[in-house]
């Protein structure tokens, strides 16, 4: 096959020591229905010592196939690696355990083929390769639940969103953001994720661009990972503070019944070693407990236990008492960028739809006649406001207002709320960044 000199897509896969699950995702590359003489595919092997770089010597591919030999310095320098290397200005970002169906490639360049600013975020559909049948379980849901509130019509993306192991987007954008940080180990999806929403990226969830994701992950990796996350979560916190309020492990501290959490850093930094050995002799009773099909306390001493593992992550990077104390006790600051935009639902839906498309304001204040129905206000961390959230904003959160503000302008029946999908299909606007 003549390889085209110029590519219009790459690909970028980082890799360590995973040979043949790299093989199974090449040779799913290789079946596309993507034109293969127009892709790359460039191959970060990232400190690999198994038969990787053997493998990737003698492989027969179909496309062209670019390899670059780093030490050990983790996806996010891999990733960049890569992307600097890429010759097309489309890139597509893989995991090595992504076995892509046959139209991935497809479906991600068809979205982007009418927006430079998008980034594509593709399905993942989870097979599971762990040996536990309850964590198997668990970690199913888990997979799944990251793109359940993407399918949700008038969904309004997060930084969150972010997932590398399926993503595309134009390198101009890529590079103009800066890639991925490469001071973060855990986490840089969700550091990247920050920066696109700011630029004004618009995300964009498909199904087609679908691939199966062998997950390889145990309990015992998993309790490791949220350590990590932990770490992670000091590290975003430190660069934008002003994010703090929007992670999901600050609600432990503020909650009434969380008491646990609050006492548990107090132990964790005056006897380290022996609640690390709580913890430990604690992982061991989940097998037990699952043994005698005690399902209710091994979700509950699971989630105990992910949730303490992430905390001593927290402990480890902020190394005190006083660091960890004024870590939680962060202040909101809004120092979000950009206007608010009145509308006027006089006009109708669509008008005020394509308002929002053209100002793209980070908050909005809706009126019908001089009736006033919401405001919506800036949200850290969510992208800013487009058409398409309109109506899902009007059902989750101010239907009633929108039926009494226009039944005192002396409408009946008014048109406007036919067009508005039903509350129960919906997420609410708070859970979006959780």
Known sequence: MVINPMPILSVIIPTYNRCDSLKRTLNALARQTFPLEQVEVIVVADGCSDDTLTMLATYAAPFALKVIEQPGQGAAVARNQGAAQASANLLLFLDDD???????????????????????????APVIHSQSRLFRSKLRIWLE????????????????NLLTGNVSLRADLF????????????????ELGIRLIEAGAAFHFSEEA????????????????????????IQLGRKYPEFIATFPVMSLFTHPESWLYRVLPVLVFQFPRLCDGVAVMLRSCLNFLEGIRAYGYWQMLLDRLLGYWYLRGMVHELGNRSAFAKFIRFEVVDTHEGFELELNLQEGLQAAEEQLDRYRPASVSIRYEKKFIAQFPAKRGLERLRGRHLRSLLATTSGY?????????????????????QPEQLQPLEETIR
């Open 145 to 160: 639940a990251m793109f359940e509130p993407m399918r949700q019509p008038g969904y309004r993306y997060s930084y969150r």
């Open 401 to 421: 207002s929108l039926t009494m503000a226009l039944a005192l302008a002396g409408v009946t029946q008014p048109e406007i709320m036919h067009h508005l999908p």
């Open 175 to 190: 590079n103009r953001v800066g890639g991925f940080d490469p001071t973060f180990k855990c986490h840089e999806d969700y």
């Open 210 to 233: 679908m691939g199966y994701h062998h997950e390889m992950t145990d309990l015992n990796r998993s309790l490791r990972r949220k350590y990590q996350e932990g770490i992670a979560s």
């Open 98 to 124: 992504i076995e892509a169906t046959a139209c991935l490639l497809e479906a991600h360049f068809t979205v982007h083929d009418t927006h430079s600013e998008k980034v594509v975020l593709g399905y993942l």
